[in-house]
């Protein structure tokens, strides 16, 4: 008889008895069974803790601390406790590892090394709250030359646009399914997406007849699966995103577990109740660029050449020369997600090793199409992992038209990036389909928090352009001679095209 | 019946459907498309259920993509993936088709005289009342109902000038059926797929298809006298041992 390779505890859970009213939240509010309420005393299991603060945000007397438990093993430069414990887990279980949310080694965010300018003297800055500041952005097609009839006032455009978005901020919500988040998540951003005139992505899971009220605020997803895909779900949009691939897990597809497909999710995907909802790693019928301009322009044909369409892709080694296929292949935007993007579930081997950084991605993908003299043909839309408003400044100076924000949305929510997403057990009611659990997220509130943060960062986005003494993002957007980079080497710097500090 | 010709000889692809869209806004439900020659997504995204189009010649990739309702008969062969992600309608194509015939279609009927390339019926799938159908008259390709998710995939093999299935069938397979005249070895099982017995109802399933093929392509198949295979998933979570948490 075998004995499993024992992995100690995490994390300590200790209620204070002389603090402690015995009124029982922590076990009614803790969804992994943490807590359990005794005659005289609480109980805990600490060995089921994920450190999602639910508890601890609902006891009212402040009695429950968590803390990391450490020095459990041997010090070792090479073999560190993550390693040692991965190999007891898999050699328990034969398994490849699942994790959530994004990666989660320590690369260093090349933002962090990254500075923006400001004006002295020479060049006056700017008071937002005073002046005008514009953020508005239109994502799409830009034609190369503009043709007009007439002349003084009464001119008239002779070159037929391409459909745009308006976004009044270069923020958007990133695309999170109806399955990987529950509804109650999806109508947070939707709600916040509309009022602040911007958008949500429905992500690969279709789009839910209680979204329908916001659709000209909703990008739907065409991914591998086709999940939810019918001519109704196209036409409700205010543009489509053929997702070719993820940040978090570059070159493999999706799996919705068939616990998580319940009524709801099934009748929304447009899949029986239980089935597994698997998303093939490629897209079948996309085996080249040629390929993707023939799936681009099918979905512009189903829908009559109105909206916009964009092409998703994970940033990986040659993400700028895929970028001008993407130019190529009739597509209006290119959305470039990061390693450091954000998952309901990836395998932890890919998550944490496959990909590349997203500023260097922006920098090279924006260098290649200016390059080739198409960069009007394609925004380029960023996300991964961006952790506040100089992340996606800074993000826009080195060429982005626009960012996605996901785990920084699910943040505003409530969620405390315990990344266990897959187990749908979220206590905060994000990232699960238990109707218990999702009465808990309020969309009201939850649009407020969104909107809230998204208002929060298009200010402070504001302030950093005006101390640029920049009035437009128009102006920032590429101007990377607004950067400069802080103890980078100079092949990164020569990627990213900025100096050095004190240059 | 408003009825209507076009002669789309010359005509690209956006015309040609802009023509269709007109003519289908305009009370017109049958609609005759002559010289047609490597246009492709004609009548993509067409959603009026009564329309019907004959597509003389050869239409391009993508015929038939995320339409909702029209039935749509092509007279020559068609490219790679006529009815990709259809919602409901009927496809009926005389000759042979490329790759990814019926990728990812939910609902309607696909029928092939002739023989079919690669990843035929990949990841077709069913929801509810919406159960989408694949009749092959000739052979198909490897990869035959990947990553199948519903709905049924009959290969006939008629005058069959080279293995009927090749390998990989239903490899990834989750939902639906594939029915194949004739024996299939061991290896030519896919991940995930397996035998199941031919019993009495699979017989009518099949039978109805037949008869509706017959009808279509002028044949007399007859269902009795056929050894059909049946093909399913061995369950409908065939990836779920597969993961370990993260600790």
């Known amino acids: ?503 | 019946m408003n009825e209507r010709t076009i002669d789309v000889k010359n005509l690209d692809y956006r015309e040609l459907n802009r023509t269709i869209r007109e003519a289908v806004a305009g009370g017109v439900r049958s609609i005759t498309l002559n010289n047609v020659l490597g246009q492709r997504f004609i009548a993509d995204g067409i959603t009026a259920k009564d329309l019907s189009i004959t597509v003389n010649g050869v239409p391009g990739g993508d015929l038939g993509a995320f339409m909702d309702g029209p039935s749509i008969r092509v007279n020559g062969n068609a490219d790679h993936a006529p009815g990709n992600t259809m919602t409901s309608g009927t496809i009926i194509i005389d000759g042979d088709a490329g790759d990814c015939v019926g990728h990812s279609m939910r609902g309607g009927t696909i029928m092939v005289r002739g023989n079919v390339g690669y990843r035929v019926g990949i990841h077709m799938k069913q929801y509810r009342e919406q159960y989408p159908k694949i009749v092959i008259g000739g052979y198909a390709r490897s990869f035959l109902g990947e990553y199948m998710a519903g709905g049924i995939i009959l290969i006939l093999g008629l005058d069959a000038t080279e293995a009927i299935v090749q390998d990989y069938v239903g490899t990834g397979i989750h939902g639906g059926t594939i029915y194949i005249a004739g024996e299939l070895e061991d290896h030519q099982l896919g991940v995930a797929a397996v035998r199941k017995d031919f019993t009495e109802d699979d017989l009518q399933v099949v039978t109805g298809l037949i008869t509706q093929f017959n009808a279509q392509f002028g044949t007399d198949v007859d269902p009795a006298a056929i050894t059909f295979t049946k093909i399913q998933p061995m369950s409908a979570r065939p990836f779920s041992g597969l993961y370990t948490t993260e600790r």
């Open chain 1, 1 to 503: 008889m075998s004995v499993a390779n024992y992995i100690p505890n995490k994390y300590d859970v200790v209620v204070d008895p002389s603090r402690c009213r015995m009124c029982g939240r922590c076990e009614e509010n803790c969804s992994y069974g943490v807590f359990r309420k005794e005659q005289d005393r609480i109980v805990t299991f600490p060995s089921n803790c994920v450190v999602c603060h639910r508890c601890i945000s609902f006891c009212p007397a402040d009695a429950i601390t968590i803390r990391e438990r450490t020095a459990t093993y041997r010090h070792h430069p090479h073999w560190d406790e993550e390693s040692r414990e991965d190999i007891y887990n898999q050699a328990n279980t034969g398994r490849v590892i699942l994790g959530g949310m994004g990666n989660a080694r320590s690369y260093p965010p090349i933002f962090d090394r990254l500075l923006l300018d400001a004006c002295q003297i020479t060049n006056p800055s700017i008071d937002p709250l005073r002046e005008p500041m514009e953020t508005r952005v239109y994502l799409g097609k830009k034609p190369a030359t503009v043709e007009i009839t007439g002349s003084g006032r009464d001119v008239e455009l002779k070159t037929s646009l391409s459909p745009n978005l308006k976004l009044e901020t270069p923020i958007m919500v990133a695309h999170m399914s109806y399955g990987a988040v529950s509804l109650a998540a999806q109508k947070s951003f939707a709600m916040a997406a509309q009022r602040l005139g911007t958008y949500m992505g429905t992500g690969e899971g279709g789009t839910h007849p209680d979204l329908l009220a916001y659709k000209d605020n909703i990008i739907v997803q065409v991914a591998s699966g086709r999940f939810g895909v019918s001519p109704d779900y196209l036409a409700n949009s205010a543009a489509i995103e053929i997702k070719a691939g993820q940040g978090a897990k570059p070159g493999i597809g999706g799996h919705l577990p068939g616990e998580k497909v319940d009524a709801e999710v099934s009748r929304t995907r447009m899949i029986p109740v239980g089935s597994d909802a698997i998303s093939p790693a490629p897209h079948h019928d996309i085996y080249s660029i040629e390929d993707l301009a023939q799936l681009v322009r099918a979905l512009k044909e189903a829908t009559d050449w109105k909206k916009p369409v964009f092409v998703k892709i994970a940033a990986v080694h040659n993400a700028a020369a895929i970028a001008a296929g993407i130019a190529r292949a009739d597509a209006d935007g290119v959305v470039i997600d990061g390693f450091k993007g954000g998952t309901g579930a990836a395998p932890k081997v890919l998550r944490d090793h496959v990909g590349i950084p997203i500023e260097a991605a922006i920098a090279s993908v924006d260098a290649k199409l200016r390059n080739q003299g198409i960069r009007n043909e394609v925004s380029i839309i960023a996300s991964g992992g961006f952790r506040n408003s100089a992340d996606l400044t800074k993000a826009i100076a080195l060429g982005a038209d626009a960012v996605y924000i996901g785990t920084a949305a699910l943040i505003a929510l409530g969620c405390r990036v315990c990344g266990k997403c897959y187990m749908g057990m979220c206590p905060w009611g994000i990232a699960t389909q238990t109707p218990r659990l999702v009465s808990r997220l309020d969309p009201i509130e939850g649009a407020q928090k969104v909107a809230n943060l998204i208002t929060a960062w298009t200010h402070e986005l504001q302030e950093l352009m005006g101390a640029a003494g920049i009035n437009s993002i128009e102006s920032l957007r590429g101007n990377r001679d607004r950067l400069r980079g802080y103890l980078l080497d100079e092949n990164i710097l020569e990627v990213l095209d900025v100096k050095t500090v004190g240059a």
